[in-house]
T-cell receptor
Framework: SQELEQSPQSLIVQEGKNLTINCTSSKTLYGLYWYKQKYGEGLIFLMMLQKGGEEKSHEKITAKLDEKKQQSSLHITASQPSHAGIYLCGADRFMYGQNFVFGPGTRLSVLP | DTEVTQTPKHLVMGMTNKKSLKCEQHMGHRAMYWYKQKAKKPPELMFVYSYEKLSINESVPSRFSPECPNSSLLNLHLHALQPEDSALYLC??????????????FGPGTRLTVL
């Protein structure tokens, strides 16, 4: 079954710095999703990537799915305290969707 | 309306109690999900309903009983829970598409404490 790893586990950056979070799968990804979670709250959908080489951006966050569809990166430009939280990648275990698994998460702190 | 609502926000129950968690969405989604999230861990899938039918049960103990009365509502009935069941329970919904298009919208969660 699909297993996801994320790196780094946690990250502390100074406001204004750029950062990258990686998500690696042991198998081909059918759909790769990025979510953000504030402590103890629900998940906020950020982006979904489906095609190898696909890149999407929303405000200062860019996500890319590599050509082989086994790794994704999330890049934040000029980080702000509002970017702080836990970033989770998620994927469908199977091609038909719905059976979903999350990576362990990357905890991001942004120091003002 | 792009919101998934969950009630209650917090729940404390004893091991002999029976309680229910409720989830509601009005986005016309036909797939609804329950996840369990322990502290500092990612959410783990428990159940999936697709077109009001249970399509996935991730080997969840029978003390958790899901119910989907209609396409907008999802309940999770709790009975004889254990302290280790204390967690954040998240509900989500999505279009019931196959082939990988599965953006899920999450509710804020119910924080459950079992004494």
């Amino acid at each position: 079954s699909q297993e996801l790893e994320q790196s780094p586990q946690s990250l502390i950056v100074q406001e204004g710095k750029n950062l990258t979070i990686n998500c690696t799968s042991s198998k081909t990804l059918y759909g790769l999703y990025w979510y953000k979670q504030k402590y103890g709250e629900g998940l906020i959908f950020l982006m979904m990537l489906q095609k190898g080489g696909e890149e999407k951006s929303h405000e200062k966050i860019t996500a890319k799915l590599d050509e082989k569809k086994q790794q994704s990166s999330l890049h934040i430009t000029a980080s702000q305290p509002s970017h702080a939280g836990i970033y989770l990648c998620g994927a469908d275990r199977f091609m038909y969707g719905q059976n979903f698994v999350f990576g362990p998460g990357t905890r991001l702190s942004v120091l003002p | 309306d792009t919101e998934v609502t969950q009630t209650p926000k917090h729940l404390v129950m004893g091991m002999t109690n029976k309680k229910s968690l409720k989830c509601e969405q009005h986005m016309g989604h036909r797939a609804m999900y329950w996840y369990k999230q322990k502290a500092k861990k990612p959410p783990e899938l428990m159940f999936v309903y697709s077109y009001e039918k249970l399509s996935i049960n991730e080997s969840v103990p029978s003390r958790f009983s899901p119910e989907c009365p209609n396409s907008s509502l999802l309940n999770l009935h709790l009975h004889a829970l254990q302290p280790e069941d204390s967690a954040l329970y998240l509900c989500a919904s999505s279009q019931a598409e196959t082939g990988g298009w599965n953006e899920q919208f999450f509710g804020p969660g119910t924080r459950l404490t079992v004494l």
